[in-house]
């Protein structure tokens, strides 16, 4: 339990996670490597924060989208499974590559519906 505690902090705090450089002006979960992600195992404590930070993050999208167009993508339309699914096929296939960009298709691809 100890050790899953210690991987629960690692996340959050950033450690093991690119910092921001040149290329991209982000840091924190979203740069994790594709390579780190596509080891999990199934209903790991760290798949499942991936999904958790994934659906964060495109939260965090639609804020955006809605102050800026006053539309939003429905993102309660996305499984879990699905989500994940479509998460590790791209970082297997784009092992370099950050969790971030394995994200934005899937959000992309949700429905956008105008916010009232």
């Known amino acids: ?3 899953l505690g210690v991987v629960f902090v690692c996340l959050l705090t950033g450690i093991g ?15 994790l490597l594709c390579s ?3 080891g999990y195992e199934e209903n790991s404590l760290a798949r499942w924060q ?5 659906y ?3 939260s965090g999208l639609n804020h ?5 167009q006053h539309r939003y993508h429905d993102i309660s339309t996305i499984e879990p499974q ?3 699914a479509a998460m590790h096929a791209y970082c297997v296939a784009n092992s370099d590559d950050i969790l971030v960009n394995s ?7 949700s429905p956008l519906t105008d916010f009232e």
Not at 103 to 109: K, L, S
């Open 1 to 3: 339990m100890r050790v």
């Open 17 to 31: 996670q690119r910092p921001a450089d040149a290329q991209s002006p982000m840091s924190g979960a979203g740069t």
């Open 36 to 38: 780190d992600l596509a």
């Open 50 to 54: 991936s999904i958790g930070w994934a």
């Open 56 to 58: 964060g993050y495109m």
């Open 64 to 68: 955006l989208l809605i102050t800026e």
């Open 82 to 84: 699905a989500l994940w």
């Open 103 to 109: 994200v934005v298709p899937v959000y992309n691809q």
